[in-house]
């Protein structure tokens, strides 16, 4: 996938992050994480400097901790992190490297995405390199053993929610697990555990090389650093891009060629529908937030197409463990193919939208709770493609 | 120290210890919270998602069942949000839910019926197709209907958790996630004990036992058939709760009217026979303990374990074949009572064996597929024709109009008359073992058992720790009795003998008991151990009413030691060793005595050894 724009990362000198974590005790670290205001690249943005506080002052009655790196890269319309994995995956290791020493933690797990099982083979000589260097295994620093290990996913979208995720990791069917307690409490193995993206690693070692306060300073006050965006869709010059974060759409567009867009779908499956109208919004916490999906849709696209695409991707994926997800993506699915078939009463759509509103408040995990975002903000700016009855546009 | 946190739910208020989930908090402030995938017998997994509840200063809504209340906190249950959540997914359940709840042996206690009712959502407008799913009907005991199946993992949880078994799990995702046997091969073919814990703790009717009621109506009316029933202690303690009654409320000497008037032509005691199954697997155990503390012999090991639950006979042929030479050669009381009928009674009452069906009340899924056996048949025919459940007879004894309120009191039918109350208390967990030590200090020590427990209860073996333990000195011995005398020299060789015994319910438990054996521990010095398939025995059995819980069985439990109490007030026997009938049985057929050549043609059984993989290496 082509990299479209100059990447921070390309510039960041690999080992000098893991130096500077490695030169003072592993509060520090995690404070520098903190002042850079980061917060997590898989979507969710969580701080990612409380993340590892957490971690790291949560009780760990054997002393074991574990960092765990979520490389399953599944949401549709990203691939950010496949990039960052075969062009970059020192940074990613050494981020890694960094978050065992400051939380404490001796073993790091890459889980990685069952397709991107091509790149293996280059993590596996990553590691190794890095064993023969001393950056990994015993004493990388004195009293710090860190080592990492590669993890196969096996192919389902809901191992890359944070607690499927650890289920696959310990040998189980990838399905979430109860919160509270959250990983940094009760993660892999019952230990607490830091889960993190993999651009989150990356930066994180960009954070440690440059200074917090460098990274502060690019991006907005609540949506700090860069942040690389998957432009896919119906755009000039498709595309991995970086950002700072705060971008307006309309200037993601401009630079990927697709300013006639008619949509984006920010955030992939799971994320919603930007309509031109509102392509003044930010690519931002505070406004609409992205894993890195930026999905565009051109002004030929019957958005129908767009809604049932993604139904059927959810009714697919839904693991099947809790009623509203692995009920309610089906019936959201046959909701969307009788709207296309004109066999939608009002009542029927009121109904739908009372669908996606319980599965937003009652499934489990992300998955379930975001599977119809995309579906609701079709419906409420597109009305038309939706072929909802006239008359009942509102609620 | 747990610290303490202040609840307000809906306005009432409540103190629990940190860490109480919220449905437990609301529980506790008597607030009930709707839940379909919870159970008090399992770890709660949140994926019903009915029993959502508003944490204040939290935006959307929490799982009460999994969400642990940490701090002072406030809950409401019943906003408007809520109550729409629970709706929307009810209708979801609904909608994918087969439309023929009147045909349903559920019907009237399905949990997701009962639900919906209260919430007023009837079957979807737009009713979301499935494809028909599997029905298994090839089990003996065990039916299983993927179409009622609602996903609450209820019986996964059970099967895997509580049983230990790990016979069904989930296998697919998305809308075709559905509970599985290995392979998806039929019950018969995998290593389903049929122990039908999971048939107890499933909400609707996608479970249920192999019913052949209809079978039985058709030879109740049929006037060239002698329909006779024996009933089990544990069913009459439960079947109240069918009709009503507090769990726990006896109804025996009703039932026995009851049964009569459904056109039961004999209605006999099971508890017979367990008194019959005393006395000779209390000889076994004498005969095995010469054998091997003074003969050497380890040909019939020690422990002896028990054999009158067909779960957990068929849970060693198939997890520990290895281990079935520790096994009683007694058959279950049914079977013995089964073989008796269709010999011994038929040949008294001038009956073609032919002509006889022989019915049994259980409370247990697995006394189906015990019936089944091969091995438990005389002249091709099955001993017991029919093992009826609880649940089974209740729906009968409802189609039939027959209750148990205002119904006389009547006895049981000779030859067989009526049990000890040692018998009786074979309905829970740890009662074969108390009834047997009763009888065997008797033998041995030729005191009266009360002298060593008093009132002769022995308590150590009551109650509901998953494993019990039990020493019991034979400080003197006296001289053989009679019934005794044709197995063993003298009892000298037992004076000063500490006897170790053991009780386990649950096949978790006694999966526990036995890896523990196998590696030599404690256990592996033990004499004798009494093992149920069942948590509480059988009072808990698969074929109970529903719903259960500890405090459920533990009413049953006080019911069945009462029954046995009153026998010693109201003067009938409390031994087995004492019971009139089951004396005269060994006075006027099996003359050779308790493991002689007539007993063991008609009262013992020889097991198979069936590996784990049954149908996977056909």
């Not at chain 1, 993190?196 to 990356?202: K, P, S, W």
């Not at chain 2, 809520?82 to 009810?90: K, M, P, Y």
């Not at chain 2, 909400?203 to 030879?219: I, N, S």
């Not at chain 2, 089944?372 to 109009?401: K, N, S, Y």
Request: hydrophobic content about 40%; overall charge negative.
């Amino acid at each position: 996938m082509t990299v479209r724009t100059p990447m921070t990362l390309s510039a960041v000198e690999a080992g000098a992050g893991l130096r500077a974590a490695l030169s003072r005790p592993p509060a520090e670290v995690v404070d520098q994480m903190v002042a850079s205001g980061m917060r997590g690249r898989g979507g969710a943005g969580f701080p990612t400097g409380l993340k590892w506080r957490l971690a790291a002052e949560a009780d760990a009655p054997d002393g074991r901790r574990y960092v765990v790196c979520n490389a399953d890269e599944g949401e549709p319309g990203t691939f950010k992190d496949r990039v960052l994995l075969a062009k970059h995956a020192d940074l990613v290791l050494e981020g890694m490297t960094i978050a065992g020493y400051a939380i404490g933690a001796r073993e790091g797990l890459l889980y990685l995405r069952a397709e991107y099982v091509y790149l293996r083979d280059s993590l596996l000589d990553s590691l190794r390199e890095r064993r023969e260097q001393g950056l990994l295994g015993r004493e990388v620093a004195p009293g710090f053993d860190f080592d990492i290990r590669v993890h196969m996913g096996a192919g389902a979208y809901v191992c890359g929610e944070e607690s499927a995720l650890l289920e696959s990791l310990e040998g189980r069917r990838g399905e979430p697990r109860d919160r509270p307690p959250y990983p940094v409490v009760r993660g892999l193995h019952g230990a607490p555990t830091v889960v993190n993206n993999v651009e989150t690693f990356a930066w994180a070692t960009a954070v440690l090389a440059r200074g917090p306060e460098w990274f502060a300073s690019i991006g907005t006050h609540r949506s700090t650093g860069p942040k690389l965006l998957s432009v896919s869709g119906d755009v000039a010059r498709p595309g991995v891009y970086e950002f700072p974060l705060g971008v307006p759409i309309a200037e993601v567009l401009r630079a990927a060629g697709g300013t006639d867009a008619k949509a984006v779908v920010v955030g992939g499956a799971a994320g919603s529908c930007v309509p031109a109208s509102e392509f003044g919004r930010t690519v931002s916490y505070e406004d609409v937030a992205t894993g890195g999906a930026f999905i565009v849709l051109g002004p030929d696209r019957d958005l129908i197409d767009v809604a049932e695409n993604v139904a059927e991707f959810f009714a697919d994926e839904s693991c099947g463990q809790c009623a509203p997800c692995r009920l309610g993506t089906v019936a959201l699915l046959d909701g969307v193919r009788r709207l296309r078939a004109g066999n939608c009463t009002p009542d029927d759509v009121a109904r739908l939208r009372r669908l996606g509103a319980t599965m937003r408040l009652t499934s489990k995990c992300g998955l379930g709770q975001s599977s119809p975002n995309v579906f609701l903000s079709l419906l409420e700016h597109f009305p038309a493609d939706m072929r909802v009855p006239v008359g009942t546009g509102g609620e | 120290m747990t610290t303490q946190v202040a609840v307000d739910i809906d306005g009432r208020r409540v103190t629990i210890p940190a860490g109480t989930t919220a449905l437990d908090a609301a529980d506790a402030a008597g607030v009930r919270i709707p839940t379909l995938c919870h159970h008090p017998d399992l770890r709660d997994v949140g994926s019903c998602r009915l029993c959502m509840v508003e944490v204040e200063g939290q935006a959307g809504l929490q799982a009460a069942c999994t969400y642990p209340v940490t701090a002072d906190l406030r809950l409401r249950t019943d906003s408007p949000r809520v109550v729409d959540a629970r709706r929307g997914v009810l209708e979801l359940l609904m909608g994918e839910h087969p439309d023929r709840c009147p045909e349903c042996v559920r019907t009237g206690e399905c949990e997701l019926q009962a639900l919906a009712t209260e919430y007023g959502v009837g079957p979807a407008p737009a009713r979301v197709s499935r494809p028909l799913q599997l029905v298994d009907l090839l089990g003996p005991a065990v039916t299983v209907d993927l179409d009622a199946c609602i996903g609450c993992l209820r019986c996964v949880r059970t099967c895997a958790e509580l049983q230990d078994l790990g016979i069904l799990g989930v296998v697919g995702r998305g809308s075709s996630t559905a509970v599985s046997t290995y392979l998806g091969l039929p019950l018969a073919e995998v290593s389903c004990i049929a122990c039908g814990q999971c048939i107890n703790r499933c909400p609707t009717g996608a479970l249920r036992p192999v019913d052949r009621t209809a079978e039985l109506f058709a030879a109740l009316a049929d006037p060239t058939k002698h329909v006779v029933i024996q009933t089990a202690p544990a069913p009459r303690a439960a079947i109240g709760e069918e009709f009503g009654f507090e769990p726990g409320t006896p109804l025996t000497w009703q039932l026995n009217t009851a049964l009569r008037r459904l056109g039961f032509d004999r209605v006999f005691d099971t508890s017979f026979a367990a008194d019959l199954t005393v006395i000779e697997e209390g000889a076994e155990l004498l005969v095995r303990l010469y054998e091997n503390l003074v003969l050497g012999s380890s040909t019939h090991p020690l422990p002896l374990l028990t054999s009158c639950s067909p779960g957990w006979v068929t849970d060693l042929e198939h997890r520990d074949p290895d281990h079935l030479a520790h096994l009683s050669s007694c058959r279950s009381p049914q079977q013995m009572f089964g073989s008796l009928i269709k010999t011994w009674y038929a040949q008294q009452e001038g009956r073609d064996p032919a002509d006889i069906v022989s019915v049994s009340l259980m409370p247990c899924t697995a006394k189906k597929f015990e019936a089944t056996r091969p091995e438990l048949t005389h002249d091709g025919r099955p001993d017991v024709d029919m093992a009826l459940t609880t649940r089974e007879l209740a729906a009968m004894m409802r189609a039939r109009g027959i209750g148990l309120a205002d119904v006389p009191a009547s006895d049981f039918d000779d030859p067989f008359g009526t049990a000890s109350g040692s018998g009786v208390i074979f309905g829970v967990t740890g009662g074969v073992m108390e009834s047997a030590l009763r009888t065997v200090i008797e033998l041995v020590t030729g005191r009266p058992a009360e002298d060593y427990f008093s009132h002769a209860d022995i308590t150590p073996v009551r109650g509901f720790e998953g494993v019990r333990s039990i020493e019991v000195t034979l400080d003197r011995v006296g001289p053989v009795p009679p019934i005794l005398a044709h197995l063993l020299p003298n009892l000298e060789w037992l004076r000063g003998t500490t006897l170790r015994c053991a009780v386990a319910h649950g096949t978790a438990n006694a999966h526990a008991v036995m890896e523990d054996l196998r590696a030599g521990g404690r256990f592996s010095t033990y004499h004798f151990i009494e093992v149920m398939a069942c948590p509480g025995g059988c009072l808990g059995g698969g074929g109970q009413p529903v719903p259960t819980s500890a405090t459920v069985r533990a009413a049953r439990a006080r019911s069945i030691y009462a029954e046995d109490a009153r026998y010693g007030q109201t003067g009938r026997a409390r031994k087995s060793h004492e019971n009139p009938a089951v004396l005269r049985l060994y006075r006027d057929l099996l003359t050779d005595g308790p493991g002689g050549p007539t007993s063991h043609r008609l009262l013992h059984t020889t097991y198979t050894g069936r590996g784990t993989y049954v149908g996977a290496t056909r």
